[in-house]
């Protein structure tokens, strides 16, 4: 059993800064692809970034030099730094894991956590 516990969504107003954090405990091998998706109302779940264990990075275009994505291997712990947030921005983001592939979605998501970025 594979358990992703996020944190650190919020209310921010455009232009500001938050940094989401993702835990995994449970049976999950430290090796695997790490990553954080996103869905805003009315819309289909989408790729933030995601990042390997040996650190090579996907960015979505529209979050490239905004966001920063990093984990911690040893405590299979990942980690998104959003900064110049814009209302666009405004979606449940989701921690993934499990994939070998920064281009696969992995088997297993956390609850989600909500980032409403507004004036």
């Known amino acids: 059993q594979v358990q992703l516990v996020e944190s650190g969504g919020g209310v921010v107003q455009p232009g500001g800064s938050l940094r989401l954090s993702c835990a995994a405990a449970?049976?999950?091998?430290?090796?695997?692809?790490m990553g954080w998706y996103r869905q805003g109302a009315g819309k289909q779940r989408e790729l933030v970034a995601a990042i390997t264990a040996g650190g090579m990075i996907n960015y979505a275009n529209s979050v490239k030099d905004r966001f920063t994505i990093s984990r911690d291997n040893a405590k299979t712990t990942v980690y998104l730094q959003m900064s110049s947030l814009k209302p666009e921005d405004t979606a449940v983001y989701y921690c993934n894991a499990g994939s070998y592939s920064m281009y696969r979605v992995g088997p297993f998501w956390g609850q989600g956590t909500q980032v409403t970025v507004s004036p």
């Open positions: 449970g049976n999950i091998l430290s090796n695997v692809v």
